[in-house]
């Protein structure tokens, strides 16, 4: 089994002094992430805090919550791979629903994205997920598999490699509602069965799938107990340091 994963993603939260404070206490609940990979996703303008407040090699690693996908040019307002890459991040969050709610993120632009940052070697993070109208009219199956193909389109075996995969259905985001365990584990087996099927049953191994959507500190070992699932990706959770470590430990325990 792959590497556990813990993705914090902060949203818009936090500036770049308090994004300092919070690495600084994580640092001191998490003195070692062992055989967990830790992620943190602050907003652009806390990457460079985030990153100096770390010794080096930074025990977490850094990721952005979106990139645009050229490189430069007359793009008033957007944040490219290379200018992120530069900051230290490893991984982004591409295609979340809150970008495909309110800013019009779409498969095929998602795709050029995930383009883009594997031009840049940073590895992205796909988000998937159904509303609750696409899981009571019984589409969950077709909505999820239809995202990931087209965010995933064009993409190689040596690329799928880089590829990391976080099913949030959008009804458990922020709702305090999560997907129950055995919810997740379908939907996950549903999107490893459609990796194996497109790219091949070797190539999609290494591909980790994480559950997202309202994980606490309470519920984040019912997930992780699962062999499907090989992560969490946490928003609201994640922005108490005390509550991510703990989630960090559960997986460390996990892990073994
Ligand atoms: P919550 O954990 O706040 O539900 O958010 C999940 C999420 O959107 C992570 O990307």
Redesign the pocket.
């Known amino acids: 089994m792959p590497r556990r994963l813990i993705?914090g993603?902060w949203?818009m939260h936090k500036t770049a002094t308090e994004a300092a404070a919070i690495v600084q206490q994580l640092m001191k609940l998490v003195p070692e992430p062992g055989n967990v990979e830790v992620v943190l996703a602050p907003p652009f303008t806390a990457l460079q805090a985030a990153g100096q407040a770390m010794p080096i090699p930074h025990p977490f690693i850094l990721a952005a919550q979106n990139l645009f996908w050229e490189d430069q040019g007359p793009f008033t307002g957007e944040i490219s791979a290379p200018m992120i890459k530069e900051l230290g991040c490893q991984y982004v969050?591409l295609g979340?629903?809150?970008r495909r709610q309110h800013f019009g993120d779409h498969d095929e632009g998602i795709n050029r994205k995930i383009r883009a940052a594997l031009r840049h070697r940073l590895r992205p993070i796909l988000?998937v997920g159904e509303s609750l109208g696409d899981r009571e009219g019984g589409r969950t199956e077709t909505v999820v598999t239809g995202q990931l193909l087209r965010c995933l389109d064009g993409i190689s075996k040596d690329e799928l490699r880089m590829i990391t995969i976080?099913y949030?259905p959008v009804w458990?985001?922020?709702?305090?509602r999560?997907a129950s365990p055995a919810q997740a584990a379908a939907v996950h087996k549903t999107l490893r069965a459609t990796l194996a099927s497109s790219w091949g049953p070797e190539a999609c191994k290494p591909v980790r799938i994480l559950y997202?959507?309202?994980?606490?500190p309470e519920n984040a070992g019912e997930f992780l107990v699962s062999d499907q699932v090989d992560g969490a990706?946490?928003?609201?959770?994640?922005l108490d340091p005390q509550s991510f470590a703990k989630m960090i430990g559960l997986a460390q325990n996990v892990a073994g």
């Not at 997202?212 to 606490?216: F, R």
């Open positions: 993705v993603n949203k969050i979340h629903s809150e988000c976080a949030e458990a985001i922020g709702t305090g999560p997202g959507g309202s994980v606490t990706l946490v928003g609201g959770a994640c």
